[in-house]
């Protein structure tokens, strides 16, 4: 391969010193080291440029290896894995900070044990989250989002009103009595009264309002004639969860035998047909009234 930065070096920076070798000899062994010097650094300096010339035409030519350099440049610059890795590493802090909150308890867990646990160091545990609240709130999000029903499951499934709640009502107790909401659950009643953010976590990750605003809308859509306003509808809704779970969910709490399969959908039944009942009067007192 041709060299294309040549190595140029002016004619008087080697005639000059020339004429002084003959006429001054200290000054001319001074003279010869400097010129020495000076080309050593020039050929150097020639070979770098031209490495350096050669690997850029190389990768230019690559387009992998294009891509590898920037990806390893982008790294370099900001210091931050990529989005899939830190998304991985969130999920494992994650994973690890459920794990030490159900088993230990809030109180008891420390970031340091968190840090310790996930192999990470504070620093990148501060870089994800402001404190031990926060992590406590992502977490229970992340619970959530683990026992609610996947994208692909149709909620408003059935042909009637009330086949259509019992699914819903199926729905809701598989979620509130899957073992991490069980001991979420554990966990939020006994420590809530040193750490109310507890509580508001649950409240603010939680999602029985959008459980309200499907079933709510529900009840709107199948009995237009029903002259209840949106506030009752709300509360409707809200009832007809604490209906379908309160009971079946203290008795996995340890208060009474845990239902099996068959009693839990034979309570679902029971709890549609009388929250129908009870629904479908309060709507006619709103009529007469």
């Known amino acids: 391969m041709a060299m294309r930065h040549r190595l140029h070096i002016p004619v008087r920076a080697l005639t000059t010193p020339?004429?002084?070798?003959?006429?001054?000899?200290h000054l001319a062994?001074?003279?010869?080291?400097?010129?020495?010097?000076?080309?050593?650094?020039?050929?150097?300096?020639?070979?770098?440029i031209e490495r350096v010339a050669t690997r850029t035409r190389i990768v230019k030519r690559d387009p992998v290896r294009r891509a590898k350099a920037v990806s390893a440049k982008a790294v370099r610059k900001s210091g931050r894995p990529p989005r899939a890795d830190a998304l991985l590493l969130r999920e494992r802090i994650l994973g690890v900070a459920t794990e030490l909150f159900l088993a230990e308890g809030y109180g008891s867990t420390s970031i340091e044990s968190v840090a310790?646990?996930?192999?990470?160091?504070?620093?990148?545990?501060?870089?994800?989250?402001?404190?031990?609240?926060?992590?406590?709130?992502?977490?229970?999000?992340?619970?959530?989002?683990?026992?609610?029903?996947?994208?692909?499951v149709p909620l408003l499934a059935g042909a009637s009103l009330a086949e259509i709640l019992q699914r819903l009502a199926g729905l809701i107790l598989k979620a509130a009595l899957a073992p991490q909401a069980i001991a979420l659950h554990r966990l939020v009643t006994g420590e809530s009264s040193r750490?109310?953010?507890?509580?508001?976590?649950v409240e603010t990750e939680g999602r029985q309002s959008e459980a309200t605003e499907l079933i709510a809308g529900l009840l709107a859509r199948e009995q237009r004639q029903a002259m209840i306003g949106t506030a009752?509808?709300?509360?409707?809704?809200?009832?007809?969860?604490?209906?379908?779970?309160?009971?079946?969910?203290?008795?996995?709490?340890?208060?009474?035998?845990?239902?099996?399969?068959?009693?839990?959908?034979a309570w679902a039944r029971k709890v549609v047909t009388l929250f129908l009942?009870?629904?479908?009067?309060?709507?006619?007192?709103?009529a007469r009234s």
């Not at 020339?18 to 000899?25: D, E, F, G």
């Not at 340890?254 to 099996?260: L, N, S, V, W």
């Open 18 to 25: 020339h004429r002084t070798l003959a006429t001054t000899p």
């Open 116 to 152: 310790a646990r996930a192999g990470i160091s504070k620093r990148t545990f501060y870089d994800r989250f402001d404190d031990k609240a926060a992590l406590f709130a992502a977490v229970v999000h992340h619970i959530i989002e683990q026992i609610r029903p996947p994208a692909t």
């Open 195 to 201: 750490f109310p953010e507890l509580a508001y976590a």
């Open 29 to 48: 062994v001074t003279t010869d080291r400097v010129l020495t010097t000076r080309l050593t650094r020039a050929i150097t300096a020639a070979g770098i």
């Open 277 to 286: 009942e009870g629904y479908r009067g309060l709507s006619e007192g709103f």
């Open 232 to 265: 009752d509808q709300r509360f409707a809704a809200d009832q007809f969860i604490y209906m379908v779970v309160t009971l079946p969910q203290r008795r996995a709490l340890g208060f009474g035998t845990p239902m099996t399969p068959a009693e839990l959908n």
